[in-house]
T-cell receptor, first 112, second 118 residues
Framework: SQQGEEDPQALSIQEGENATMNCSYK?????LQWYRQNSGRGLVHLIL?????REKHSGRLRVTLDTSKKSSSLLITASRAADTASYFC????????????FGRGTSLIVHP | ETGVTQTPRHLVMGMTNKKSLKCEQH?????MYWYKQSAKKPLELMFVYSLEERVENNSVPSRFSPECPNSSHLFLHLHTLQPEDSALYLC?????????????????FGPGTRLTVL
């Protein structure tokens, strides 16, 4: 069953601003992944953060994980119009399955 | 280009038609997935195959029938669909190296097939 949920559902910012989106989950996890989806396309893996990591960077992306609050955040710094996309977190579902489950995503629009 | 291709990219079909979606991966992976993505809903996992064996089937109606003839190809056969089945169908692949690696290993997605059922 679905476990992760992204917040906000939609975010609209100007180019150059930072964008922050959050993911909350319900049960303990070993790791969490973030994916990006351009309109009408497949998802692209961005970053995986393990439960023993608190922060991870990849280019302009910064992901944090707070296992005590069961939440993760994805920060995109100095956003560009090309960052316009939907962003999903993937978490292991409850119930013993190892297949990651995805939330509804955060729809990010970056205005030039 | 992620190394996962899907055909057709767009499909319009009537409720009485039979059609098939095709997915092919060129990454040497041994696990493949079908997902359904409807507007304003979470991405729904439909089927998972690992080493050509189905490992997960999430209560999908029988009008959807998967087929995995080898580790590089995955099909979704469609029969007597309903208008609510209209969605973007995504295929993905990853490497299953045992234990819980299906979660740890990155999934590579195809561009999807946009299906409209009239």
């Amino acid at each position: 069953s679905q476990q992760g949920e992204e917040d906000p559902q939609a975010l609209s910012i100007q180019e150059g601003e930072n964008a922050t989106m959050n993911c909350s989950y319900k049960t303990s996890i070993n790791n969490l992944q973030w994916y990006r989806q351009n309109s009408g396309r497949g998802l692209v893996h961005l970053i995986l953060i393990r439960s023993n990591e608190r922060e991870k960077h990849s280019g302009r992306l910064r992901v944090t994980l707070d296992t005590s609050k069961k939440s993760s955040s994805l920060l995109i710094t100095a956003s560009r119009a090309a960052d316009t996309a939907s962003y999903f977190c993937a978490t292991p579902p409850s119930g013993g399955s190892y297949i990651p489950t995805f939330g509804r995503g955060t729809s990010l629009i970056v205005h030039p | 280009e992620t190394g996962v291709t899907q055909t057709p990219r767009h499909l319009v079909m009537g409720m009485t038609n039979k059609k098939s979606l095709k997915c092919e991966q060129h990454l040497g992976h041994n696990a493949m997935y079908w997902y359904k993505q409807s507007a304003k809903k979470p991405l729904e996992l439909m089927f998972v195959y690992s080493l050509e064996e189905r490992v997960e089937n999430n209560s999908v109606p029988s009008r959807f029938s998967p087929e995995c003839p080898n580790s590089s190809h995955l099909f979704l056969h469609l029969h007597t669909l309903q208008p609510e089945d209209s969605a973007l169908y995504l295929c993905a692949s990853s490497q299953d190296s045992g234990a819980d690696s299906l979660f740890y290993n990155e999934q590579f997605f195809g561009p999807g097939t946009r299906l409209t059922v009239l």
